[in-house]
């Protein structure tokens, strides 16, 4: 089955960096997925993080983390990455990463990033 495992998370203090890593399987045809990454704070609802089309030539970046994180995707490794830079507390939260092909939505079940001193 189509499965998404996320790495990379963990504890950081603020002004540190963390790259995230979502590995895919069982996917024919990764190339062809548009991948994202969303974030949920305990208590808050998931938000969009970033988001980069199958190409990987455009994306999309939250207003909360744009000059911060950078998404990339490697589609013969069949990963996406966020690399995170100057992390702040606010980005505590559990990262998921998402493949999306028409109306097809596959999820990885999240890596835990908390930025604290």
């Known amino acids: 089955q189509v499965v998404l495992v996320e790495s990379g998370g963990g504890l950081v203090q603020p002004g540190g960096s963390l790259k995230l890593s979502c590995t895919a399987s069982?996917?024919?045809?990764?190339?062809?997925?548009?991948m994202s990454w969303y974030r949920q704070a305990s208590g808050e609802e998931r938000e969009l993080v970033a988001a980069?089309?199958?190409?990987?030539?455009?994306?999309n970046i939250a207003d909360s983390v744009k000059g911060r994180f950078t998404i990339s995707r490697d589609n013969r490794k069949k990963t996406v990455s966020l690399q995170m830079n100057s992390l702040k507390p606010d980005d505590t939260a559990a990262y998921y990463c998402?493949?999306?092909?028409?109306?097809?939505?596959?999820w990885g079940q999240g890596t835990q990033v908390t930025v604290s001193s």
């Open positions: 998402k493949a999306s092909r028409g109306l097809e939505n596959y």
């Open positions: 069982g996917f024919p045809f990764f190339s062809t997925y548009a």
């Open positions: 980069i089309n199958s190409a990987g030539g455009s994306t």
